[in-house]
């Protein structure tokens, strides 16, 4: 299918906004940010080809180009990282994509309030380096820490390796500019003030901002928490004999009370036997080891001591078999950068083969983790034994509440696929797995995501089930703040907010 | 000349590991070449570049944990101070 070119009028008035240098319309500009790493149906790859790509330096002239789309009915499309893995910067519409990359300046450090404020294109890698030497850390760590970047972890509202400890997106996001739907530049928070934490003052719209997928807005600008620089870091990796004694010892390590506890990780068997296939972590691990668990402390030096000891101590009682300080220390530094990760699928032969990465994931309350591991791994297993092109790369759980980790975990099945396999068929089996797993996460009184949204295909049928009345008040709030249905049409079923009649 | 012969960097010969997994450096594993013949196949690559590879893998490693704290605790430290404090108590 072609996509038409916009008018030239149109491209006129973005390069009056935003600059010659900043407006792309070539087939490179386009054609790279037609998907994100989350599975992409490639033989439809021209489904998905934005009309034009623009790259704001200023709050002004995104606020202006998102004008321009209402007065034009084009989609407008917010791009951050583009590592997200629920399609949220997939412009499904075409139209056109705000690429916030070139906002990614550090416009204040407070010291005194504690807080940083910066432009949405900045990474949390790099801002933390640049926090460093003032004795800081912005420690909102996903799997994509080196690469995602802020505007991004807004628009998803995701999760953080080391939530436990420091919150997730939304506990260190304290308020943030966001340009409307129709254009206007507004600021929502805990309350009125730039800085302020916690606030009973209105309606709390931080929330209402924050995880849209692009369909709310677009971030300009946010202020951050700035905490202070852990002293010490502490991680230890013990080894089970089954997954049901390392699910037991994750939930007494969880529920232990340390204040320095940033996460713990439970890793079971299929996971464990498929990084026995090229990680030196696990390669040389004895057949016995069924299941691993990995705990995390940041903080102070004399706390994290004291703590880790404690931990020592649980893992002892547990059964565990503490894996040594290499493998404990390296394969967690790894954790923090898990797109770098080798992709060495199988095919049903033993053969390898160039396969992506792909994580399904939900909220999964810790007693339900058993059951739900058998049946998503069922599912994965239907997959594979029709199409030699997937392959189940296994499972992790991760503690998932801020401050208070153990009672429910950000479950994910790791799935490989053999992306130029992909045909209509492949693709359809594949919604089809994606929505039965979104349907046992909430049999089991779980949420279909922990962290990544679930606007995909397949399992965003099932968010009306998910939040019932809340879907239908999601409609409404988007009819009445994007009236022209102008921001990433076509995402969380929310197009059912329009008749017919409207329509980017 | 500019450059390597492969001739004069080829990796020792590789020892089995397990039914998958190869090792021709101490520590260094290596996925069976038997597995990559059909889809992905193996490149030469010679001995001082896997060696820099890995070295560039810890280097890595410890850059990350720079990132998120001044110091890291050693377990097997902290277990034999438990091991004494434990025979103290006996």
Redo the contacts between chains.
Sequence with gaps: MAVAALPDTLIDELVAVCGEEHVFTGRSALFNRARVPAPFPKHRWEDYIPQAVVLPTAAEQVSEVVKLANRHRVPVVPRAGATGLTDGAVPLRHGIVVDVKLMDRILEVDGEDRTVTVQPGINM?KL??EL?PLGF?Y?D?PASYPCSLVGGRIGTSGWSL?GGRYGHTRDLVISFEIVLPTGERIRVGDGGGKKVRKSSSGYQLKHLFMGHQGTLGIVTEATLELVK????????FYAYPSYLDAWRATGEFARSGAATLAGVVLFDEWKIAYL???D?AY??QPDWVKGVVAVAM?GN?DE??AS??RM??IGKASGGT?L??EI???DW??R??RYATPQ?G??RD?????MSWHCEDASILYSQLPAVREKWHAVAAGLRERFDMFDDWGMFAYTNGAYKPWGDYLTEIDIGIWEMKWDDESWSAWVDAKREIARIALEHGGSISACHGSCREGEVDLVPEELGGGFEVMKTIKRALDPNNIMNPGKYLLDEAYGEEVGA | MIGFRLAAQRPPEARRVNDTVVMRFEHVYEVDPALMREHTPQQDIPAWDTLRIVDSRWEHLAWMHDHFADSVLSGEELLEEIEAEEGEQR
């Design positions: 890698l933390s380096e460093k850390i420690p760590n080391i620089r852990p002293e010490a870091e502490f991680s230890a026995r296939r090229d030196e390669i040389p940041y030096a994290v001591r880790a000891k020592l101590r503490y040594g300080d404990s220390q390296g530094a790894s923090h950068d060495h199988r095919t033993g053969q390898v083969a160039l």
